[in-house]
């Protein structure tokens, strides 16, 4: 199976996309079944690698891999194949606990497997694995200042440097163009209040320019380091 078979086209200019759905969690099955018998598979570089099948990478200037909140097999094979690792999160304790205990887990589960297989490869005289991503950053989302600057501000204390500077403010715009099954750029301004709508836009406006900005300093840093190789 091609990657370039499964690409379908949107109705947006040069977006096109990969669907999943449930069925998708038969792999987590199957994976283990699959490694046992061919212990030589690139497991854990599977996603990354079939995605550069034909250069369909070549032809994307970004590719997102949307994840479930969990550690399973294609989730880390999504977090393998990413350069940047971006993780939404409510200002509430519990999804700030929740946020706290993934981080500690990609961490203690990365390096474990980082261990065995390098133990393998080392045997085998091969070069050894890191996971590594250009950037890391948690996002507060649906954010309510009147109710939640106190908590946002421990949140963003604890976790430092991998907070975005932007808390991405609680919008209805986002219930009411759901419910006309649009997304926020599609929706039509003159079906909202101009307020709501506005605020809206800011929001996710202030929220791209901010990943935006990441996103130019690790294709920056890429091009000086091609530079600096050749």
Known sequence: VS?????????????????????LYWAEFQIPVWRM????????????????????????????????????????????????????????FLEFDST????????????????????????????????????VRAIVTR?????????????????????NAYRQEFTALVGQAGEQINGIYEADYREFNRDTYLRGREAFDRTYAEFKELLVGCWWRDAQEGQGNG
């Open 37 to 92: 018998g061919l212990r030589s598979w690139p497991l854990w570089d599977a996603l990354g690698n079939f995605l550069s099948d034909d250069a369909v990478l070549d032809d994307y200037d970004i590719v997102f891999l949307d994840t479930p909140p969990a550690l399973g097999y294609l989730t880390i094979n999504s977090l393998a194949a990413a350069d940047i690792l971006l993780v939404p999160l409510g200002a509430s």
């Open 143 to 163: 954010f309510d200042a009147a109710q939640q600057t106190d908590l946002a501000n421990v949140i963003q204390a604890y976790f430092g440097d991998f907070m």
């Open 3 to 23: 990657p370039r078979n499964l690409i379908q086209k949107t109705h947006w200019p040069n977006i096109d996309l990969i669907g999943a759905q449930l069925n």
């Open 100 to 135: 706290g205990r993934f981080f500690d887990m990609l961490y203690s589960t990365f390096a474990s497997i980082e261990d065995g297989e390098n133990t393998q490869r080392r045997a085998a005289d091969l070069p050894e694995v890191k996971f590594e991503w250009d950037v």
